[in-house]
Protein backbone atom coordinates (compact mmCIF):
# COMPACT_ATOMS: atom_id res chain seq x y z
CA UNK A 1 0.00 0.00 0.00
CA UNK A 2 0.87 3.37 -1.02
CA UNK A 3 1.85 4.12 2.78
CA UNK A 4 4.54 2.26 3.95
CA UNK A 5 7.02 1.14 1.04
CA UNK A 6 6.09 4.05 -0.67
CA UNK A 7 6.25 6.18 2.45
CA UNK A 8 7.78 9.99 1.15
CA UNK A 9 7.13 12.09 4.66
CA UNK A 10 5.58 14.35 1.64
CA UNK A 11 1.79 14.24 3.54
CA UNK A 12 0.10 15.49 0.98
CA UNK A 13 1.66 13.13 -1.54
CA UNK A 14 0.17 10.13 1.04
CA UNK A 15 -2.90 11.35 1.19
CA UNK A 16 -3.32 11.57 -2.91
CA UNK A 17 -1.74 8.02 -2.95
CA UNK A 18 -4.30 7.17 0.00
CA UNK A 19 -7.47 8.73 -2.04
CA UNK A 20 -5.81 6.77 -5.64
CA UNK A 21 -5.86 3.53 -3.49
CA UNK A 22 -9.31 4.87 -1.90
CA UNK A 23 -10.95 4.69 -5.47
CA UNK A 24 -10.51 1.55 -6.44
CA UNK A 25 -11.78 0.23 -2.76
CA UNK A 26 -14.34 -2.19 -3.33
CA UNK A 27 -16.28 -1.04 0.29
CA UNK A 28 -17.33 2.55 0.03
CA UNK A 29 -20.21 5.22 1.00
CA UNK A 30 -22.70 6.83 -1.28
CA UNK A 31 -23.98 9.97 -0.26
CA UNK A 32 -27.46 10.77 -1.85
CA UNK A 33 -27.10 15.03 -1.77
CA UNK A 34 -30.51 14.97 -3.50
CA UNK A 35 -31.68 13.02 -0.22
CA UNK A 36 -30.18 15.85 1.63
CA UNK A 37 -32.01 18.38 0.22
CA UNK A 38 -35.09 16.28 0.23
CA UNK A 39 -34.68 16.03 4.61
CA UNK A 40 -33.99 19.97 4.45
CA UNK A 41 -37.36 20.33 2.60
CA UNK A 42 -38.88 18.26 5.82
CA UNK A 43 -37.29 20.57 8.43
CA UNK A 44 -38.59 23.76 6.58
CA UNK A 45 -42.38 22.29 7.08
CA UNK A 46 -42.17 23.26 10.74
CA UNK A 47 -40.65 26.60 10.27
CA UNK A 48 -42.27 29.90 9.90
CA UNK A 49 -41.09 31.73 7.18
CA UNK A 50 -39.14 34.20 8.84
CA UNK A 51 -36.61 30.89 10.55
CA UNK A 52 -33.52 29.81 9.59
CA UNK A 53 -31.87 26.88 9.58
CA UNK A 54 -28.55 26.51 11.17
CA UNK A 55 -26.99 22.84 9.88
CA UNK A 56 -25.45 21.33 12.15
CA UNK A 57 -22.36 19.85 10.67
CA UNK A 58 -20.23 18.87 13.05
CA UNK A 59 -18.45 15.80 13.75
CA UNK A 60 -17.36 15.35 9.85
CA UNK A 61 -21.56 16.17 8.99
CA UNK A 62 -22.20 12.99 11.33
CA UNK A 63 -19.77 11.17 9.11
CA UNK A 64 -21.22 12.21 5.43
CA UNK A 65 -18.55 14.91 5.01
CA UNK A 66 -18.78 18.38 5.97
CA UNK A 67 -17.38 20.17 3.36
CA UNK A 68 -19.81 18.22 0.43
CA UNK A 69 -22.59 18.66 2.68
CA UNK A 70 -21.99 22.11 3.65
CA UNK A 71 -21.53 23.06 -0.36
CA UNK A 72 -24.64 21.61 -1.12
CA UNK A 73 -26.33 23.31 1.62
CA UNK A 74 -25.31 26.41 0.42
CA UNK A 75 -25.97 26.06 -2.73
CA UNK A 76 -29.73 25.36 -1.24
CA UNK A 77 -29.47 28.77 0.21
CA UNK A 78 -28.40 27.26 3.67
CA UNK A 79 -26.02 30.34 4.95
CA UNK A 80 -25.64 29.33 9.33
CA UNK A 81 -23.63 26.20 10.06
CA UNK A 82 -22.56 24.73 12.78
CA UNK A 83 -19.66 22.26 14.26
CA UNK A 84 -18.28 21.63 17.15
CA UNK A 85 -14.56 22.36 16.72
CA UNK A 86 -12.16 25.09 15.63
CA UNK A 87 -10.84 22.55 13.73
CA UNK A 88 -13.88 21.74 11.97
CA UNK A 89 -14.58 25.16 11.65
CA UNK A 90 -11.33 25.95 9.98
CA UNK A 91 -11.44 23.09 7.51
CA UNK A 92 -14.80 24.44 6.16
CA UNK A 93 -13.23 28.27 5.86
CA UNK A 94 -10.66 26.46 4.00
CA UNK A 95 -13.04 24.94 1.79
CA UNK A 96 -14.71 27.69 1.26
CA UNK A 97 -17.51 28.22 3.49
CA UNK A 98 -17.32 31.82 4.07
CA UNK A 99 -21.63 32.13 6.13
CA UNK A 100 -22.22 31.87 9.42
CA UNK A 101 -20.10 29.66 11.33
CA UNK A 102 -20.86 28.65 15.09
CA UNK A 103 -18.26 26.44 17.47
CA UNK A 104 -21.06 24.56 19.78
CA UNK A 105 -17.73 23.28 21.84
CA UNK A 106 -16.89 27.37 22.16
CA UNK A 107 -12.99 28.85 21.93
CA UNK A 108 -10.20 27.45 24.36
CA UNK A 109 -7.59 29.30 25.47
CA UNK A 110 -4.94 30.12 23.45
CA UNK A 111 -7.40 29.75 20.22
CA UNK A 112 -8.91 33.28 20.30
CA UNK A 113 -7.23 34.98 17.27
CA UNK A 114 -7.91 32.50 15.09
CA UNK A 115 -11.25 32.62 16.11
CA UNK A 116 -11.44 36.70 15.20
CA UNK A 117 -9.23 36.12 12.10
CA UNK A 118 -11.68 33.76 10.68
CA UNK A 119 -14.67 35.60 11.75
CA UNK A 120 -16.10 32.15 13.96
CA UNK A 121 -18.36 32.87 15.94
CA UNK A 122 -17.77 30.45 19.69
CA UNK A 123 -20.87 29.67 21.40
CA UNK A 124 -19.70 31.33 24.91
CA UNK A 125 -20.17 28.89 27.74
CA UNK A 126 -18.47 30.57 30.82
CA UNK A 127 -17.85 34.00 31.87
CA UNK A 128 -13.71 33.34 31.68
CA UNK A 129 -13.87 32.76 27.83
CA UNK A 130 -15.48 36.00 27.85
CA UNK A 131 -12.47 37.76 29.45
CA UNK A 132 -10.10 36.21 26.88
CA UNK A 133 -11.84 36.73 24.35
CA UNK A 134 -12.83 40.41 24.85
CA UNK A 135 -8.85 41.36 26.15
CA UNK A 136 -7.43 39.60 22.54
CA UNK A 137 -10.58 41.27 20.75
CA UNK A 138 -9.43 44.53 22.41
CA UNK A 139 -6.22 44.07 21.69
CA UNK A 140 -6.71 43.62 18.08
CA UNK A 141 -8.97 46.28 18.12
CA UNK A 142 -11.85 44.04 16.63
CA UNK A 143 -14.76 42.80 17.97
CA UNK A 144 -15.60 38.96 18.06
CA UNK A 145 -19.32 37.74 17.79
CA UNK A 146 -20.35 34.80 20.22
CA UNK A 147 -23.74 33.10 21.12
CA UNK A 148 -24.13 33.20 24.55
CA UNK A 149 -25.28 29.45 25.58
CA UNK A 150 -27.54 29.41 28.27
CA UNK A 151 -28.05 26.03 30.32
CA UNK A 152 -31.98 26.27 30.69
CA UNK A 153 -32.00 22.38 31.81
CA UNK A 154 -29.64 20.20 30.04
CA UNK A 155 -27.20 19.63 32.84
CA UNK A 156 -24.46 20.26 30.58
CA UNK A 157 -22.33 23.38 29.25
CA UNK A 158 -23.29 27.01 29.65
CA UNK A 159 -24.60 29.77 31.88
CA UNK A 160 -27.12 28.90 34.42
CA UNK A 161 -30.31 31.56 34.35
CA UNK A 162 -28.73 33.02 37.92
CA UNK A 163 -25.22 32.87 36.88
CA UNK A 164 -26.12 34.78 33.82
CA UNK A 165 -27.75 37.43 36.18
CA UNK A 166 -24.53 37.99 37.17
CA UNK A 167 -22.60 38.34 34.66
CA UNK A 168 -25.29 39.92 31.79
CA UNK A 169 -23.99 43.55 33.48
CA UNK A 170 -19.91 42.70 32.61
CA UNK A 171 -20.70 41.06 29.17
CA UNK A 172 -22.17 44.18 28.53
CA UNK A 173 -19.69 46.10 29.24
CA UNK A 174 -17.20 44.36 27.06
CA UNK A 175 -16.25 46.35 23.96
CA UNK A 176 -14.54 43.22 22.18
CA UNK A 177 -17.55 40.99 22.31
CA UNK A 178 -20.52 41.36 20.47
CA UNK A 179 -23.78 38.78 21.72
CA UNK A 180 -25.14 38.09 18.23
CA UNK A 181 -26.89 34.84 19.49
CA UNK A 182 -28.56 33.31 22.84
CA UNK A 183 -28.80 29.86 22.55
CA UNK A 184 -30.30 26.88 24.87
CA UNK A 185 -30.30 22.83 24.01
CA UNK A 186 -32.96 20.66 24.55
CA UNK A 187 -32.29 16.94 26.95
CA UNK A 188 -35.48 15.33 26.41
CA UNK A 189 -37.01 16.89 22.73
CA UNK A 190 -36.68 13.16 21.78
CA UNK A 191 -39.65 11.76 24.50
CA UNK A 192 -42.52 14.60 23.43
CA UNK A 193 -44.54 13.41 26.49
CA UNK A 194 -41.91 14.21 29.22
CA UNK A 195 -42.72 17.67 29.74
CA UNK A 196 -38.96 18.75 30.43
CA UNK A 197 -38.50 20.79 27.01
CA UNK A 198 -41.80 22.94 27.47
CA UNK A 199 -40.05 23.65 30.77
CA UNK A 200 -36.63 24.54 29.38
CA UNK A 201 -38.59 26.33 26.93
CA UNK A 202 -40.31 28.41 29.52
CA UNK A 203 -36.94 29.01 31.09
CA UNK A 204 -35.57 29.92 27.45
CA UNK A 205 -37.79 32.31 27.49
CA UNK A 206 -37.82 34.31 30.58
CA UNK A 207 -33.90 34.04 29.68
CA UNK A 208 -34.32 36.17 26.56
CA UNK A 209 -36.43 38.89 28.68
CA UNK A 210 -33.61 38.67 31.19
CA UNK A 211 -31.15 39.51 28.71
CA UNK A 212 -33.03 42.19 26.58
CA UNK A 213 -33.89 43.93 29.98
CA UNK A 214 -30.31 43.96 30.71
CA UNK A 215 -29.68 46.22 27.20
CA UNK A 216 -28.55 43.13 25.41
CA UNK A 217 -30.39 42.70 21.88
CA UNK A 218 -29.06 39.12 20.54
CA UNK A 219 -30.28 39.03 16.73
CA UNK A 220 -30.71 35.42 16.91
CA UNK A 221 -32.37 32.77 19.47
CA UNK A 222 -31.96 29.31 18.57
CA UNK A 223 -33.50 26.33 20.81
CA UNK A 224 -34.44 23.57 18.83
CA UNK A 225 -31.77 20.41 17.77
CA UNK A 226 -34.19 18.11 15.24
CA UNK A 227 -36.22 16.81 17.98
CA UNK A 228 -37.23 20.34 19.04
CA UNK A 229 -38.12 21.45 15.44
CA UNK A 230 -40.60 18.24 14.88
CA UNK A 231 -42.42 19.12 17.89
CA UNK A 232 -42.53 22.95 17.33
CA UNK A 233 -40.59 24.30 20.15
CA UNK A 234 -39.84 27.74 20.28
CA UNK A 235 -41.97 30.12 17.59
CA UNK A 236 -39.73 33.15 19.04
CA UNK A 237 -37.13 31.78 17.81
CA UNK A 238 -34.76 32.96 14.35
CA UNK A 239 -33.07 29.79 14.23
CA UNK A 240 -33.13 26.12 14.31
CA UNK A 241 -30.46 23.53 14.53
CA UNK A 242 -30.96 20.45 12.76
CA UNK A 243 -28.67 17.69 12.60
CA UNK A 244 -29.82 13.95 12.55
CA UNK A 245 -32.80 15.08 10.56
CA UNK A 246 -30.83 16.19 7.58
CA UNK A 247 -28.93 12.71 7.55
CA UNK A 248 -32.28 10.81 7.71
CA UNK A 249 -32.22 9.44 11.07
CA UNK A 250 -35.29 9.81 12.66
CA UNK A 251 -34.87 12.41 16.33
CA UNK A 252 -36.73 9.83 17.98
CA UNK A 253 -39.32 6.88 17.55
CA UNK A 254 -42.18 9.16 18.20
CA UNK A 255 -41.57 10.95 14.79
CA UNK A 256 -41.82 7.98 12.64
CA UNK A 257 -45.02 9.33 10.88
CA UNK A 258 -44.60 12.60 10.98
CA UNK A 259 -41.60 12.53 9.28
CA UNK A 260 -40.56 11.30 5.68
CA UNK A 261 -36.78 10.83 5.98
CA UNK A 262 -34.82 9.27 3.26
CA UNK A 263 -31.44 8.04 4.26
CA UNK A 264 -28.27 10.23 2.95
CA UNK A 265 -25.19 7.71 3.80
CA UNK A 266 -25.65 3.93 1.89
CA UNK A 267 -22.64 1.62 3.18
CA UNK A 268 -21.65 -0.83 0.45
CA UNK A 269 -19.82 -3.25 -0.57
CA UNK A 270 -18.77 -6.25 -3.05
CA UNK A 271 -18.64 -9.52 -3.16
CA UNK A 272 -14.83 -10.82 -3.37
CA UNK A 273 -15.46 -14.31 -2.59
CA UNK A 274 -17.92 -16.96 -3.31
CA UNK A 275 -17.88 -19.86 -0.63
CA UNK A 276 -20.02 -23.51 -0.90
CA UNK A 277 -19.75 -24.90 2.39
CA UNK A 278 -21.05 -28.22 3.88
CA UNK A 279 -23.19 -28.61 6.59
CA UNK A 280 -21.24 -28.16 9.62
CA UNK A 281 -18.82 -25.78 8.80
CA UNK A 282 -17.99 -22.86 11.27
CA UNK A 283 -17.54 -19.78 9.58
CA UNK A 284 -14.70 -16.84 10.86
CA UNK A 285 -13.61 -16.95 14.46
CA UNK A 286 -14.58 -18.44 17.05
CA UNK A 287 -16.93 -20.54 14.90
CA UNK A 288 -19.90 -18.99 16.64
CA UNK A 289 -22.15 -20.16 13.07
CA UNK A 290 -22.30 -23.76 12.16
CA UNK A 291 -23.84 -24.22 8.88
CA UNK A 292 -27.30 -26.62 9.94
CA UNK A 293 -27.21 -27.26 5.85
CA UNK A 294 -25.09 -27.07 2.88
CA UNK A 295 -24.59 -23.07 2.81
CA UNK A 296 -23.14 -20.80 0.33
CA UNK A 297 -21.61 -18.03 1.84
CA UNK A 298 -20.40 -14.17 0.21
CA UNK A 299 -17.05 -12.98 1.53
CA UNK A 300 -17.34 -8.89 1.27
CA UNK A 301 -14.12 -6.87 1.99
CA UNK A 302 -16.00 -4.68 5.19
CA UNK A 303 -15.70 -5.27 8.83
CA UNK A 304 -15.47 -3.72 12.23
CA UNK A 305 -12.39 -1.25 10.66
CA UNK A 306 -14.72 -0.04 8.06
CA UNK A 307 -17.23 1.25 11.09
CA UNK A 308 -19.45 -2.35 10.71
CA UNK A 309 -20.05 -3.09 14.57
CA UNK A 310 -18.81 -5.82 15.75
CA UNK A 311 -21.81 -6.35 17.39
CA UNK A 312 -23.95 -7.34 13.88
CA UNK A 313 -21.73 -10.64 14.22
CA UNK A 314 -24.95 -13.07 13.53
CA UNK A 315 -27.78 -10.31 13.60
CA UNK A 316 -26.77 -8.14 10.41
CA UNK A 317 -28.61 -7.65 7.20
CA UNK A 318 -27.44 -7.08 4.09
CA UNK A 319 -28.67 -6.67 0.56
CA UNK A 320 -27.86 -8.61 -1.99
CA UNK A 321 -29.41 -8.51 -5.09
CA UNK A 322 -33.28 -7.30 -4.02
CA UNK A 323 -32.15 -10.15 -0.95
CA UNK A 324 -32.32 -9.44 2.57
CA UNK A 325 -29.45 -11.71 3.84
CA UNK A 326 -28.03 -12.88 7.19
CA UNK A 327 -24.85 -11.91 8.61
CA UNK A 328 -22.93 -15.22 9.40
CA UNK A 329 -20.16 -15.38 11.83
CA UNK A 330 -18.27 -13.02 13.84
CA UNK A 331 -17.46 -9.59 12.09
CA UNK A 332 -13.93 -9.43 11.61
CA UNK A 333 -11.63 -6.48 11.33
CA UNK A 334 -11.48 -6.42 7.04
CA UNK A 335 -14.13 -8.94 6.49
CA UNK A 336 -17.76 -10.16 6.64
CA UNK A 337 -19.77 -12.98 5.56
CA UNK A 338 -23.42 -13.09 4.51
CA UNK A 339 -25.76 -16.07 3.75
CA UNK A 340 -26.65 -16.54 -0.15
CA UNK A 341 -27.66 -19.68 -0.41
CA UNK A 342 -31.16 -18.17 -0.86
CA UNK A 343 -29.95 -15.78 -3.60
CA UNK A 344 -29.60 -17.10 -7.13
CA UNK A 345 -27.42 -15.79 -9.36
CA UNK A 346 -25.18 -13.98 -6.76
CA UNK A 347 -21.65 -13.38 -8.56
CA UNK A 348 -18.29 -12.24 -7.60
CA UNK A 349 -18.05 -8.24 -7.93
CA UNK A 350 -22.05 -7.73 -6.98
CA UNK A 351 -22.62 -5.38 -4.83
CA UNK A 352 -23.90 -5.59 -1.35
CA UNK A 353 -25.49 -2.58 0.43
CA UNK A 354 -25.03 -2.46 4.43
CA UNK A 355 -26.75 0.33 5.73
CA UNK A 356 -29.23 2.44 3.60
CA UNK A 357 -31.20 1.46 0.61
CA UNK A 358 -30.80 -0.81 -2.89
CA UNK A 359 -33.23 -2.47 -5.07
CA UNK A 360 -36.08 -1.26 -2.83
CA UNK A 361 -34.99 -2.50 0.18
CA UNK A 362 -33.46 -0.21 3.07
CA UNK A 363 -31.34 -1.03 6.24
CA UNK A 364 -32.28 1.89 7.98
CA UNK A 365 -29.29 3.46 10.53
CA UNK A 366 -32.33 3.43 13.63
CA UNK A 367 -32.82 -0.08 12.64
CA UNK A 368 -29.49 -0.97 13.07
CA UNK A 369 -28.72 1.17 16.20
CA UNK A 370 -31.87 -0.31 17.19
CA UNK A 371 -29.83 -4.20 17.12
CA UNK A 372 -26.86 -2.49 18.45
CA UNK A 373 -28.51 -0.40 21.47
CA UNK A 374 -27.34 2.97 20.37
CA UNK A 375 -28.91 5.69 18.09
CA UNK A 376 -28.14 5.96 14.56
CA UNK A 377 -26.06 9.21 15.25
CA UNK A 378 -23.66 6.82 16.64
CA UNK A 379 -23.83 4.01 13.29
CA UNK A 380 -23.28 7.17 11.01
CA UNK A 381 -20.42 8.69 12.92
CA UNK A 382 -18.52 5.13 13.14
CA UNK A 383 -17.78 4.93 9.52
CA UNK A 384 -14.42 4.98 9.21
CA UNK A 385 -12.12 7.68 7.53
CA UNK A 386 -10.89 4.81 5.03
CA UNK A 387 -14.29 4.02 3.71
CA UNK A 388 -14.58 6.51 0.85
CA UNK A 389 -17.81 9.03 0.70
CA UNK A 390 -18.73 9.07 -2.94
CA UNK A 391 -21.27 12.35 -3.61
CA UNK A 392 -24.11 11.28 -5.42
CA UNK A 393 -25.12 15.02 -6.88
CA UNK A 394 -28.30 16.88 -5.65
CA UNK A 395 -30.85 16.50 -8.44
C1 LIG B 1 -25.95 22.12 20.63
C2 LIG B 1 -26.53 21.22 19.58
N1 LIG B 1 -27.47 21.69 18.77
C3 LIG B 1 -28.03 20.93 17.81
C4 LIG B 1 -27.64 19.62 17.63
C5 LIG B 1 -28.30 18.79 16.57
O1 LIG B 1 -29.06 17.78 17.17
P1 LIG B 1 -29.86 16.72 16.29
O2 LIG B 1 -28.82 15.97 15.54
O3 LIG B 1 -30.57 15.89 17.29
O4 LIG B 1 -30.75 17.49 15.40
C6 LIG B 1 -26.67 19.08 18.46
C7 LIG B 1 -26.26 17.68 18.31
O5 LIG B 1 -25.86 16.96 19.14
C8 LIG B 1 -26.09 19.91 19.45
O6 LIG B 1 -25.14 19.44 20.30
Not at 114 to 140: G, K, Q, W, Y
Not at 261 to 289: D, K, T
Not at 300 to 316: K, T
Request: hydrophobic fraction near 45%; include cysteine; aromatic fraction near 6%.
Amino acid sequence: MAFSPNHTGNVREERENLLLDQSGRPTWTDIDLTALLHNLGQVYQFLHPSQRVMAVVKADAYGHGAVPVSKALRDAGIIDFAVATLEEARALRRAGIDTNLLVLGGCFPGQEEVFIRESLMPALLDMDTAERLNAVAVRLRQQISVHLKVDTGMGRVGFSPQQLRFALPRLKGMAGLVIHGLMSHLACADEPTSGISASQQQRFLEVIDLVRASGINPVELHLSNSAGIAARYCRECTLVRPGIMLYGGLPGDAFASTLDLRPVMHLRSCVAQLRQLPAGSGISYGHSFRADRPIKVAVLPVGYADGYNRRLSNVGKAIVRGNLVPVVGRVCMDWIMVDVSAVADVAIGDSVTLLGSAQGLTISADAMAAQLDTISYEVFCRIAARVPRRYLPSA
